[in-house]
């Protein structure tokens, strides 16, 4: 057991904190400014373009990707992504954008690399490496359980040499931004088949007739207009050829788990570099602001805010990065309970350590002056996204009580 | 001991409820329509005119000021107002400015009633109980802790038969809207004096030449422009007559300290109507939305954020009930310690109340076609109005460690 | 609406306050001495009849039955006996059972006293009251959810004239007492009847041969041998007269219920008794103990847990207090909800304010020259008693679910 | 970076596995009975000497001290020693005594290994290895906050050859036992030095005239008079060679640090392990204990207890490992912050826990039949040893927030 970072790690947590430092923080009242004098747009604002220059030059693009893929990627492990993609959840609206490594283009790129025939790849995942296009991925449906795959209402009927789509999206991140050519989309194929056998994933272009996108939502009062936004989409027998089909049919729920469980781990990973972005907010905000004579820092309930928060993110962390190790070591699959533990856990302590974080700021942590109210936003959705936590507890806590069962017992119980 | 409302406060109970029935739930919708249409006005919109309308028929307009006062307001004590408070909170965006009971215009009205002069109150009072004209009370500052007043940078100079007004201040609530034609401004006229005689209160009209409204500040996104925002407000060196002075020179502290102690209760109350709202919410959600093939009220750990909700709402309302019971017998000042403990204890309960009836919503909780995501952001913002919860709970905990001391103990310990 | 209490219920609080003051606190000492030097004694010492002879004089004797029984008891109403079962509460061990007001006694009585037949009380009702038996409650089952009564496996068997109860109970709290002549047991006596009708109710002496106390039990290392522990109880063809039955054959689910729902308030009652006297010792503790140059009182950690501690025993005071009132106003049955939310919020909260009295006070906190320890253990146990919080709040989730519910949807919700 | 355990740390782990189930767990019903027939004994039961035995021959002895020691002890790195140690944890009254890792005579053999004189380390480190004496460390006292060691009541004092030591002190772990020849005392020699330069450390051999252990403590309602229960001790005029000082006057408080580090870690490992028998225990009823039809394991509520324990445990399992590892590899010293991280964490995650537990097994939690009460009272206890964890959050919260500090704001932030 070591808890050294290797020297590609560091490295590259390295040349992230310069690129943070130098590049990403000065952009931010930039990327606020060009907000405010572009309302209406949904796509990425000039700063952003400059800083994805920055970030291909000081190799820190699409390196979310393992292994070799001949597109600017460095073939880092999950380990190893972990410190750069914690390091970019500290500017969470623009780091991952800057290289490439944002959700929902992050997951579909995996997507289309591991499942993708050599045609869509060439055609799709080729440009969204290359950054030229934008994408999103349409699952959550209004009327449907999120975390219930097996009810999603959307049909992906067959016609001849083409499939036909049928459905309401809603949270399409990304959708809103004109820029996103592509849409993946999961919708049932057969709705007669075992429960994890209905699903399919199909390539939706943008421009395909019978693709609505009906408006934007906002998480709290954010619309995230600044890269796309969360949209709803209505699909109106819109028509793709049959080669869109993303692997078979009824391949649909094991292409998203698939997609979803290194999405899940990145997410952890950003909501930590959150967290710590918070961290340093309250040092300096408890070192400098004098409140009845003393300095916030010098009183005993913000000193145990600060001693809460720290360990707590330290032993998240480390429970992120064994994850991430169980990844690269016995696989994504194998470490699906290890996924779901941090998916649920890091979160909820993440949006506590906001909170805090914006308790101690006073009214100035509410505003959009200070990171904090966007980034609890964030953090609360992911509570949300991917399923609510309580699917996930609940699952967790089968698989606890089937640990030490006999195998009778274990028939017994239900996941 | 007795537990039942008496017949005044059931009567106005009973017209809140048909009034939120018969026209603010509808006006609802229409509200967020108007608002989309007129995405840059600050101004009330014209649905809420025509619900003051109603509200005056009704027989609920300006209910919240105690005692007569010949302009259609009741003579409700606060334990009979308190109610009716309550069930304003359920359409926070409305329901209390339909009934001229919304802050700060509230707040503003009960200081000019209680501390006004006669001319004061001829201007200012009347017509801010017709509706004809908003106001704003501009006390927080950026670089000061709002919660220790004794440190007010803004400066109140005479100068002759004037006060000149000089600082920076934000969070001044409803103050970007035009149509706020004073605002009541807390400042430092002897910053030698005794720390709570350091203060004055002054009457500065809108358009007095040196008030700049600098910019609207957002909490959680959300900038509440449909009634007038948050404002950064700059004084440079506006000049009012002395006229314009609240009561005397020193007096600000007393002053500030009298408005916010019935601003506070209403505060709970109304908070408290968010609670019931999202209970109402949660009830049908839990009732209708099935998962896994069960509804969610079905699911144990539903049931607990049911029951936990429900309690403590009941605990929490019986404990503002109390305390509008104290002023109304022993008066505001006797009840200061019961007036912070609620201030405390209702914001931070309604805030997880909410965040449990958003997880139970899902993603639909976190965009505003539901209305939990912006209450959680008003509730979330009132553990740092007047004051953060820490500033209070230190004083409650002071309290109580002197309730049972000996005269030379209690000397001990500051408050 | 009225938060003063009445005459009545203000009088028998002096005269309770000053009973704890005269007598009862004094005798605390006296009793860990008496345990000391009779470890293997489970009667209650010789302290206690003194103070049983100083309640009789006081008129504090049998309280807790509301209305008139010629017997000393004063006829208070639940919403009158409520400030002086909370007092009782600040001397756990002590101060109820000198009142004659302790568990399972009290209960017993009631129920004798609502439900016996004139023998019955003539033979057991009597001797109770005038304190010179005691009694048990034999109810729970090692093997079955406590919770789940039409589980209990304790059979109780129609032989001529006679019942024969045959079955293994424990957790008979009173019971190693060999002054506890009466158990009363609730047993099965129609498997096959509706759920709520197998059981049935019934008189055991305990000199009944068959009946053996098998071992005493504990509670975190106490096991409250100064008046009767907890003890396991084995029936083997125990057999009574049939007119030792409570009521009929069947009605014995019907009287538990109306026997725990008093009991459960009274618990609650106690239990904020327990807390006050936390609230007292942390008050005098945080004024009196310096680390590191400054009273605890001083420290804005301490502060904090005082604030909370109290905003949250009024509170829940008041939610107890309203409990009562509804006993007496609306009956037990239409308080039901009430009673079984204070039954989980209270003890949960105490258990809480505890665990920080024993912190505040250090190592001295753990051992039993605090009363805290023992109050913890107390309240812990309290969390279990009468079915584990978690059933409770199931059914507070679900009444609250229906709540709002329609009629079709509230039959598609089970209770 | 690499979570895989080495070999040594598994073997062990495996071998301490092996010893639970052969010997340990067995044992566990045979002490308890020793114990009910040798009420008034406070020394090692004969079941637990033959433990020892069993121990020695597995390899199990002393492994708590690092290095070589020619003792049996094997020379394992604090890293691979965590999970023997945590394992030992899951039987906390028998494993790490039978292994001679119990505290506090496992700091005291450090604290001889360490600073001891090759005189002191034959005379009492040797027939401490050899496990033929006990000890106890004698620090805490009634009337000084056991976090500030400054204010040292007990006094040592130089008499020609000798130092006397006079005072009061409690809480000595293991002093009732009458084979616990050795007290290491901690005192202050000058009081007028420097805060950290008053005390020394010395040994006193328990048959010293004026040694007097007083009575016992208990923790709840456990005396721990199986291996030496918590003693208050008096030292009269206590008369001992100079020889005895260890190190030199004024060393005490950085001998007693020295001395704290690993034992705090050893406290959090085998807390895990108490964490850990909770959860097997919880698996357990959960999947067996039916109430209303369905296993507690099919119920939401106990899958998310399950859940959140989990992942709890796993988290600062890593902490505590990745602490050890700090250990070994920058040394105790620089691992402060860590060391006093999972002090506090660890304790309180597992009461929680184990409260838990207890809940789940209801009443049978509460009793001495399950060792969920006793772990409970041992982990409260572990939140007080040491000092509170208040002291510790405080000094890491200061610690964070001179992370980030310029120099000059680092010198205004006291610790």
């Known amino acids: 057991m070591d808890f050294a970072p290797d020297a590609t790690a560091s ?92 959700a929902p283009d992050s997951g579909n790129m995996e997507l289309l690399h591991e499942f993708g025939t050599p045609a869509q790849r060439e055609r799709w995942l080729a440009p969204l490496l290359a950054g030229s296009i934008r994408s999103a991925f349409c699952m959550t449906e209004p009327d449907v359980a999120s975390s219930d ?17 049928t459905g ?61 936004g969360h949209a709803e989409v209505v699909f109106e027998d819109a028509r793709v050829p049959v080669e869109n089909l993303v692997r078979g049919e009824g391949d649909g729920f094991a292409i998203a788990q698939a997609r979803l469980g290194p999405g899940r ?13 918070a961290m340093d907010l309250m040092g300096a905000r408890a070192r400098q602001r004098v409140a009845f004579g003393r300095p916030l820092a010098a009183q005993g309930v913000v000193r145990e805010w600060l001693a809460e928060s720290r360990w707590t993110i330290e ?20 470490a699906m309970t290890e996924i779901q533990a941090i998916k649920v856990a890091v979160p909820g302590a993440v949006q506590q350590i906001l909170d805090r974080a914006m308790q101690l700021f006073g009214a100035a942590g509410l505003d959009d002056d200070e990171p904090l109210a966007a980034m609890f936003a964030a953090a609360r959705a ?10 996930h507890r609940a699952s967790l806590g089968a698989a606890e009580a089937r640990r030490t069962a006999t195998p009778d017992e274990a028939d017994a119980l239900a996941p």
């Open 168 to 228: 309401r999206k809603w949270w399409s991140t990304g959708a809103m931004n004109p820029d996103a050519a592509l849409l993946v989309v999961m919708g049932t194929t057969d709705p007669q088949a075992a429960r994890h056998r209905r699903q399919s994933m199909i390539l939706v272009p943008r421009d395909t007739p019978g693709v609505r996108v009906v408006r934007p939502l906002s998480v709290f009062g954010y619309d995230d207009r600044d890269h796309g």
């Open 149 to 165: 795959a097996a009810g999603l209402a959307t049909r992906i009927r067959r016609d001849g040499d083409s499939y036909v789509v």
């Open 382 to 391: 992911l509570r949300l996204a991917d399923g609510p936590d309580e699917v």
């Open 265 to 277: 781990v990145h997410h952890c990973m950003r909501a930590l570099g959150m967290a710590e972005r």
């Open 315 to 334: 032993a998240l962390r480390l429970l992120v990065l064994k994850t991430a190790w169980l990844m690269d070591t016995v696989g994504n699959r194998a």
């Open 11 to 102: 490295k590259h947590a390295d040349l992230m904190r310069d690129f943070l430092e130098d590049c990403v923080y000065p952009a931010e009242p930039v990327l606020r400014r060009e907000v405010a004098q572009t309302p209406d747009v949904w796509s990425l604002r000039p700063v952003v373009g400059l800083l994805r220059d920055d970030a291909r030059e000081r190799g820190l693009w699409n390196l979310f990707l393992p292994g070799e893929h001949g597109d600017g990627g460095r073939g880092l492990t999950t380990l190893q992504y972990a410190p750069v993609a914690e390091l970019s959840g500290r500017s969470p609206q623009l780091a991952p954008v800057a290289m490439n490594c944002a």
